[in-house]
């Protein structure tokens, strides 16, 4: 017989549940940039557009293919649904990118 656990505020903040649950969401996509310059080039505008949204990104990527997580530079704070579409539009901007997936929000913490 399984009891359900009840947590107090400072638990469920602590564990990052219910209204302290944290939201992000992965994206991935093709890269077509050769050149070192102008991968530093992207990246760096990349990484100046999410910071502008007030998120953080994770990264990695080899042969042209480009998996990132975003979520929020806050300590409790989520990405918006507005944030997803803002970052989804601003790549579909770059020419040099194709294959764009913009996955749902999730839980950082707990999927």
């Not at 649950?21 to 100046?48: I, M, W």
């Not at 953080?56 to 080899?62: C, E, P």
Request: glycine content about 6%; aromatic content about 10%; charged content about 25%.
């Amino acid at each position: 017989m399984s009891k359900a656990t009840v947590h107090n505020r400072r638990q469920r903040k602590k564990l990052h549940l219910a209204e302290f649950a944290v939201q992000g969401f992965d994206l991935s996509c093709q890269v077509a940039l050769k050149e070192e310059a102008e991968l530093d080039a992207f990246f760096k505008s990349l990484a100046a557009f999410i910071h502008s949204q007030q998120l953080l990104i994770w990264a990695d990527g080899d042969a042209g293919q480009l998996s990132a997580y975003v979520t929020s530079n806050q300590r409790y704070g989520s990405v918006s649904d507005d944030n997803r579409k803002a970052i989804e539009a601003w790549l579909h901007t770059k020419p040099e990118l194709s294959e764009i997936s913009i996955g749902a929000l999730v839980d950082t913490y707990y999927g």
